[in-house]
Every structure is written in structure tokens, then in C-alpha cells.
T-cell receptor
Framework: GQQLNQSPQSMFIQEGEDVSMNCTSS?????WLWYKQDPGEGPVLLIA?????ELTSNGRLTAQFGITRKDSFLNISASIPSDVGIYFC????????????FGKGTSLLVTP | KAGVTQTPRYLIKTRGQQVTLSCSPI?????VSWYQQTPGQGLQFLFE???????NKGNFPGRFSGRQFSNSRSEMNVSTLELGDSALYLC?????????????????FGPGTRLTVL
């Protein structure tokens, strides 16, 4: 499968700051998903996007499906210590069934 | 509603052995996919099953195989283990059951099985 380009690789921020991370692909995707993974656990689905240009929020999280269908971004507003973890983007192509291509993750650290 | 169950959570094997991992999806979900997660390669797709049929397979050697049972539970098997097979193996449950099919793509992961090959 294709590896997505996710950036930044890591972020170290203070509580209350906003965070932005993004993901790009060389291929067009029909679905973009954003996950958060805590140590020793499986990824937890945060937001799912299905249409180019779609902007979806989940509490303090907002994600957008890029209009080229080759990128997506995730914003976290007013970060809190429990936002700590690794965030992954994942994309699903038209002809790949349910196989997801993942980014390498953004490691987020939040200091009180 | 119970989440995705994976057993065992931790496993230690030696090179050359084989291993079987189990996954029970969310009740009513008929599709299951498997991923391997390593620090170097990240999350990589292994295979996907729907109604006991493998629908898609990732770029892994034939030592990696899987199957799905009529109750949607799935197993994956790795034969002739190598050191590089040490990883977190994740199973994802996909809502493709009757009345559950959404736009597609949402996958709900279990906690994973941590396999260590010595």
C-alpha cells in the first residue's frame, strides 16, 4: 500500500494552544479518516470524511477533506493534557476495498 | 455494545514457530481487516475479510494468512516466524452488516496483539 506523508512528525505544545497537522497523498482518496492512538492501545477513530471539501468537527477537533482529494488536515483547538498521543491519518482509495493507507503519525505532547 | 476483542494481548514466540491470533468484531459487523504496526513501517494493511471470503490482500509474504468464520470472527496465522514479524497486530471491525453500511471506510480497531519473536 501507499504510505501517506503526514506532518509534522511531532509537536510539543503548551496547554491551551491550537494544533494543526496534515496529510498528503500522491493518489486520490474517497475517504479520509483521522485516528488517535494511546500507548498500548489500538487506534481510536476521531473523524471520518467522505467528500472533497467536507469540513467536519468533533468537539475541539476539526478535519477537512482537501478539494484535490489528495490531502486532509486535522486541527485541535485549545489543547489539553489528555490530547497527548499519536494521531494518524488514513485514506481509502476507490479500488482498494476497505484497505486503508496510513500516515506515519504525529506525536503530540502537551505540557500543563 | 462490546468493542473489538483480540486475543491474546501479548505473545512471545521464537523464530521458526507459528502463531495464530484471534479477532472478534463488533456484533453485527461482517467485515474484518488486519494490520501490522511496527515503528519502522507504521501501519500496513494485511488482509480484509467479508462473509468468510478474503476480499483484499496487502503486500505480505505467503507466511501470513487468515480466515473468517461464519460468526464473523477472524483469525490470522503467521508461519515460520522471523524476527521482523515482531509487531503489534491490529484487527479492525467494519460496519458492513445489513443496515449498517455507511459511506464506507470507517474501521474500528481492537487493542491489538503484541507479538515478540525471539
Amino acid at each position: 500500500g501507499q504510505q501517506l506523508n503526514q506532518s509534522p512528525q511531532s509537536m510539543f505544545i503548551q496547554e491551551g494552544e491550537d494544533v494543526s497537522m496534515n496529510c498528503t497523498s500522491s493518489s486520490i482518496f474517497n475517504t479520509w479518516l483521522w485516528y488517535k492512538q494511546d500507548p498500548g492501545e489500538g487506534p481510536v477513530l476521531l473523524i471520518a470524511l467522505y467528500k472533497a471539501g467536507e469540513l467536519t468537527s468533533n468537539g475541539r477537533l476539526t478535519a477537512q477533506f482537501g478539494i484535490t482529494r489528495k490531502d486532509s488536515f486535522l486541527n485541535i483547538s485549545a489543547s489539553i493534557p489528555s490530547d497527548v498521543g499519536i494521531y494518524f491519518c488514513a485514506g481509502r482509495g476507490r479500488n482498494s476495498g476497505y484497505a486503508l493507507n496510513f500516515g506515519k503519525g504525529t506525536s503530540l505532547l502537551v505540557t500543563p | 455494545k462490546a468493542g473489538v476483542t483480540q486475543t491474546p494481548r501479548y505473545l512471545i514466540k521464537t523464530r521458526g514457530q507459528q502463531v495464530t491470533l484471534s479477532c472478534s468484531p463488533i456484533s453485527g459487523h461482517r467485515s474484518v481487516s488486519w494490520y501490522q504496526q511496527t515503528p519502522g513501517q507504521g501501519l500496513q494493511f494485511l488482509f480484509e475479510y467479508f462473509s468468510e471470503t478474503q476480499r483484499n490482500k496487502g503486500n505480505f509474504p505467503g507466511r501470513f494468512s487468515g480466515r473468517q468464520f461464519s460468526n464473523s470472527r477472524s483469525e490470522m496465522n503467521v508461519s515460520t516466524l522471523e524476527l521482523g514479524d515482531s509487531a503489534l497486530y491490529l484487527c479492525a471491525s467494519i460496519p458492513t452488516g445489513r443496515g449498517l453500511a455507511g459511506p464506507g471506510g470507517e474501521q474500528f480497531f481492537g487493542p491489538g496483539t503484541r507479538l515478540t519473536v525471539l
